[in-house]
């Protein structure tokens, strides 16, 4: 499988350091024990996608589709440019963002635990932590877009792209074309959390917003 | 997304809970992680929502006590800390057992080559 390069710097050097490390070991004995229902947590998360969720980078896309010099300073130095909106991890990591062309596609997963880029897209939904994507993407990043809806033509590069606790991505994705009057505020609304982890692309909706 | 904090949950009895106008906020997935247990074990009746404040209340004043700065940046370690308590006191998980599954997943990460997903051995 040539479409898969190891594209990645930093180890994960203690991916469950700290108290992610000791919730995980609370979360995995109350679910064994009966005392809690994954499902049951997961609703509750979801319910805090909303508040800390991929609205944030939705923005940060749909400047850069509206703003070229914006663009430019993303591509250049993601990190900076989305600290320009005050969207900054506490962490520190490094942020890259990645453009989708027409002739690339680019994808991201966390191999080896789940990290995600929380600041911009919130938490990371349940299948891409699950053993599943994280092993599959890498061995076979086309199958896995196909499943999730996404078939990419054989002409068109697919680039996957192993997250870090030191280095996340974003990935920009095209602007559709009919969009070429749309606000700014217009373009985020339709800019989703899986375009941005790239297995989707950004569609119009059936109604155009007002 | 309809699921939404329980009514009886009195989060406004908690000390100090980082908040704004729509509700908690948070500075990592494992602090949502955090919260959405405690909800999950009161909503069992494991612990009353008054000893969850109280449990929460106590580790916040040990930490003042401590010297640590309250700004809130660490406030859900605080949490984590006094649920982990709770549940020790509660006989739910003996801090033992807590140690001993948080080094295996720590070894597990360690042990696992990058690339493969973390999986705890499995157990007899």
């Known amino acids: 499988m040539s479409d898969y390069d190891h594209h990645h710097d930093g ?17 995995s004995l109350l679910i064994e024990k009966g005392l809690v229902d994954p499902k049951a947590l997961d609703e509750l998360i979801d319910t805090y996608e909303t508040k800390i969720g991929p609205r944030n980078g939705a923005r940060v896309v749909a400047r850069a589709w509206t703003d070229p010099a914006y663009k430019q300073r993303l591509l250049a130095d993601a990190t900076a440019a989305i600290a ?29 635990c789940s990290c995600y880029p929380w600041p911009v897209l919130g938490l990371p939904p349940v299948w891409y932590k699950a053993a599943p994507y994280r092993a ?27 997250s870090t606790a030191e280095l996340r991505y974003l990935v920009l994705p095209e602007r559709p074309a009919g969009t070429e009057d749309w606000s700014e505020a217009q373009l985020a609304e339709i800019v989703t959390r899986d375009a941005m982890i790239g297995v989707a692309n950004v569609t119009l909706p059936a109604r155009s917003p007002k | 997304m309809t699921t939404s904090i329980p009514r009886e949950v009195d989060l406004g009895a908690l000390p100090a809970l980082p908040r704004d106008k729509e509700g908690p906020v948070f500075n990592a997935p494992w602090e949502a992680q955090a919260f959405a247990m405690t909800l999950s074990l009161h909503a069992r009746g494991v612990f009353t929502w008054r000893e969850w404040a109280d449990a929460l209340a106590a580790e916040l004043a040990a930490a003042a006590a401590r010297g640590e700065p309250d700004d809130g940046t660490h406030y859900y370690e605080h949490w984590l800390a006094a649920l982990e308590h709770l549940v020790g006191a509660k006989k739910l998980i003996p801090s033992e057992e807590l140690e001993r599954r948080a080094d295996e997943w720590d070894a597990a990460a360690r042990a696992t080559p990058h690339g493969k997903p973390v999986e705890l051995p499995r157990g007899p």
């Open chain 1, 11 to 27: 180890e994960h050097d203690r991916p469950l350091s700290g108290p992610a490390l000791r919730v995980k070991a609370l979360e």
């Open chain 1, 136 to 162: 599959r993407a890498v061995i076979d990043p086309r199958g896995v877009l196909n499943e999730l809806g996404n078939e990419v033509p054989e002409d068109v590069e697919v680039r996957v792209w192993d």
């Open chain 1, 84 to 112: 320009e909106f005050g969207f900054i991890g506490r962490q520190g990591e490094d942020m890259v963002v990645l453009e989708n062309t027409p002739e690339i596609r680019n994808m991201v997963v966390c191999t080896l």
